[in-house]
């Protein structure tokens, strides 16, 4: 039976309607994760730190994709939830093209400043060469990636949610296959791992855009669209969260990077992108729910059904404490067998990236909760919370975690950082859910 986002949520169904959000999500990380794995076990160590090193900037270059998508589907769903289809779709419409029309931009400006941008996070010579033959090639495909990350929480607003997982399965496919081609068989190293992550973005940006333009049986559908500024700043103004939180991790990254660099060398910065590559996955769990459970809540907050807005509030905290205990479990029991599956190969960086993830793995306790609180009130319409949240927890508290906790415990600082900084954006997160219940009615 189709679960449409008027109903009534039982933990099964809600489960249900957000589980291909989540795989979703999963397969979207798979992305640098495939790369990184052939990269490191069949090209070498030197051009793995590179791809770590140049991949926060190709990220931040994207973040724009991921603001209007949740931010602007937040501002759909309301206005389906009011009743007006026909305006839904002309605000989705608009949405879409600006995206593809920004994403070009960005595609000539980041060609541009690949190189120095590399040279200035500290890559030289051979890695430098690496940083921007990765680089360039990714960057050719950053509108189609920007309309993937678009389509991800609207095919969960249009009720297809289903659709939305196969479409970026078939890119994750695409991206696992060509990596093996592309770098086992024919031997492009660095270069066959770039262009067989930018075929896979086009799979899952353009497929979605021939679905959408075309007559279909879903809530939405790519129509003519006059251009609406002040919905694109308020989707902008919404979905801020989401691009302060892409923008924010991007920097640290780097800041991560550049710290170990000078703590641990390019082991450290190797070390580090293994933990960023089971950091995808794991946090993708959460984002993966807060995507598919934003839409069903931006609904009915828009259709005042303040029952219903209580009931997702507190089974969606229920599911995300029992995700996070057990992630953080399953995440401490695999350190050791997922940094022999990237780093084998080296007995010094093996134990180097086992032990700083067994101390990194810690924040998923915590990481879960303040992904949802955040999204939550980019669903309710107030994105200055939301942006808030994201600000404090992907950027001030973890550049002075990052900074100030290496100088008592040395690398182990580094790894801690995240902890300390998902901590203190708990308490944050938990203050304006405290705050904010009587206003919009969800406690």
């Excluded at 991560?256 to 293994?274: H, I, K, T």
């Amino acid at each position: 039976m189709k679960i449409q986002l008027s109903d009534h949520f039982t933990y099964k169904k809600l489960l249900r309607f957000v589980l291909p959000s989540v795989v979703m999500m999963i397969f979207t990380s798979i992305y640098g994760v495939i790369d990184g794995l052939f990269v490191s076990n069949f090209v070498g160590k030197t051009p793995f730190a590179a791809l770590n090193l140049i991949m926060p900037f190709l990220m931040m270059m994207a973040a724009l994709g991921f603001m209007i998508g949740t931010g602007g589907s937040a501002i759909v769903a309301i206005t389906l939830g009011e009743g007006d289809k026909e305006r839904a779709n002309r605000y989705f419409s608009m949405l879409v093209y600006v995206t593809l029309a920004a994403g070009l931009v960005l595609t000539v400006l980041g060609v541009a400043a690949l190189r120095p941008i590399a040279a200035a996070m500290g890559a030289e010579g051979e890695m430098l060469e690496n940083c921007v033959l990765y680089g360039r090639i990714i960057l050719f495909a950053l509108a189609p990636f920007m309309l993937q990350n678009v389509f991800q929480s609207f095919f969960v607003t249009a009720e297809k949610p289903k659709l939305g997982l196969a479409m970026t399965v078939a890119a994750g496919l695409t991206n696992i296959v060509l990596d093996y081609v592309f770098i086992v068989p024919l031997g492009w190293g660095l270069a066959g791992a770039a262009l067989a992550t930018a075929l896979s973005q086009v799979v899952g940006g353009v497929a979605p855009l021939l679905y959408f333009a075309r007559k279909n049986d879903s809530l939405l559908r790519l129509t003519r669209a006059s251009f609406e500024g002040r919905i694109l700043i308020k989707a902008c103004t919404n979905g801020s969260s989401e691009l302060m939180t892409n923008i924010s991790m991007s920097l640290v990254n780097i800041l991560y990077n550049f710290q170990l660099m000078s703590v641990a060398g390019e082991d450290g910065v190797a070390a580090y992108g293994v933990i960023m590559y089971v950091n995808f996955i794991f946090a993708a769990m959460f984002l993966g729910y807060a995507i598919g459970s934003a839409p069903v809540i931006s609904y009915h907050y828009g259709a005042a059904n303040h029952a219903e807005l209580k009931n997702l509030f507190r089974k969606s905290l229920t599911i995300v404490a029992l995700a996070a205990f057990t992630l953080t479990i399953v995440a401490e029991a695999l350190a050791a067998p997922l940094a022999t599956v990237f780093v084998g190969y080296d007995a010094g960086l093996m134990e180097l990236t086992r032990h700083g993830f067994r101390l990194y793995a810690l924040s998923f306790l915590m990481n879960g909760f303040n992904i949802f609180g955040s999204a939550f009130f980019t669903a309710l319409g107030d994105g200055l919370v939301s942006a808030l949240i994201s600000f404090l927890r992907t950027l001030l508290f973890q550049v002075a975690a990052v900074l100030l906790l290496p100088l008592v415990f040395g690398v182990d600082g580094i790894w801690l950082a995240i902890v300390a900084a998902e901590l203190l954006a708990l308490l944050v997160t938990a203050w304006f859910l405290v705050r904010k219940r009587t206003k919009y009615h969800y406690a």
